[in-house]
């Protein structure tokens, strides 16, 4: 089964080599990776087109029209039997598309599974590892408090996403948007293995609380669709708390305890295992 690994990308030329050379890597060899350009001014085009691996398929038409818009541009032109994403500038971990891809042919009810992921930053240091819950139960226990399932590291069937596309008025939270829409009909899962590296870039009051808004703003659209007036109300108040937190939190200059009180601690094993992948995609290794 082939897998379409969708990579929307705006001024990536900073971390999109590293995001392409984890592709490269895979011990699964049936991919395609949909590079798709939101609008770059840099040098993106000229750094994907570089590697000249057929697999890769660059395309841009100039304008911004955001991720929700190119992921479903993604979807819609896909070819393959899954579907997958990675931001341009996180990593696969060189096992990832071979466990997902044998998780969906095993479990044919899942429609989306996630991986657990590690968490580092701009330099390629160990933040963390991101919290996840592996049971489709676990996954959506709160759904009107967000789903621990995080997007870069998805692979799912691509008949779901043509059935669950992303909202494209939603600049922010697309993937709690889409999980909150469809976790009713769907069966989620994640594996516990970490297969993905999920940068964390620098904790920004006006990034988190842009996320935390679009969100509420999907909580209450569905309280209401769902004639849930409670939750309508109540859910979109608890991200405005949770905003506000986090804002006095980087305000007060704790932006980096604040990112790693988010994160579980790594095993010194998984350290060590993250690093050697590190050195080796930053120093050039393509697979």
Request: charged share 25%; hydrophobic share 40%.
């Amino acid at each position: 089964m082939s897998v379409t690994i969708a990579m929307p990308v705006r001024n990536g030329v900073a971390t999109i080599a590293t995001a392409i050379r984890s592709c490269r890597q895979q011990t699964y060899r049936e991919w395609t990776l949909d590079v798709i350009d939101d609008g770059s001014s840099d040098d993106t085009a000229a750094l994907v087109r570089s590697f000249g691996d057929d697999r890769i398929r660059w395309s841009s038409d100039g304008r911004n029209l955001g991720l929700a818009a190119r992921l479903n541009q993604a979807i819609d032109r896909c070819e393959t039997a899954y579907f997958a994403r990675l931001d341009a500038d996180d990593i696969a971990y060189p096992e990832r598309l071979e466990r997902q891809v044998a998780f969906l042919e095993g479990h044919q009810r899942v429609d989306l599974v996630g991986t657990a992921s590690l968490l580092f930053d701009d330099v390629g240091r160990v933040v963390g590892l991101a919290p996840f819950r592996a049971t489709h139960a676990e996954i959506c226990a709160r759904p009107w408090s967000g789903f621990y399932l995080s997007h870069p590291t998805w692979m799912g069937r691509a008949g779901w996403f043509r059935r669950h596309r992303y909202r494209a008025d939603m600049p922010k939270a697309q993937d709690q948007d889409l999980l909150l829409r469809a976790w009713r009909e769907s069966e989620f899962a994640c594996l516990p293995e970490v297969l993905t590296g999920y940068r964390q870039d620098r904790l920004l009051i006006g990034k988190q609380l842009r996320t935390r808004w679009h969100f509420a703003r999907a909580l209450a659209r569905a309280g209401w669709r769902q004639r849930d007036p409670w939750h309508a109300f109540v859910a979109p108040l608890g991200q405005a708390a949770k905003g506000l937190y986090e804002s006095l939190a980087i305000g007060a200059g704790l932006t980096e305890s604040a990112r790693r009180h988010r994160a579980l601690p790594v095993p010194q094993a998984e350290v060590e295992r993250w690093n050697a992948l590190w050195t080796e995609l930053a120093a050039g290794g393509t697979g």
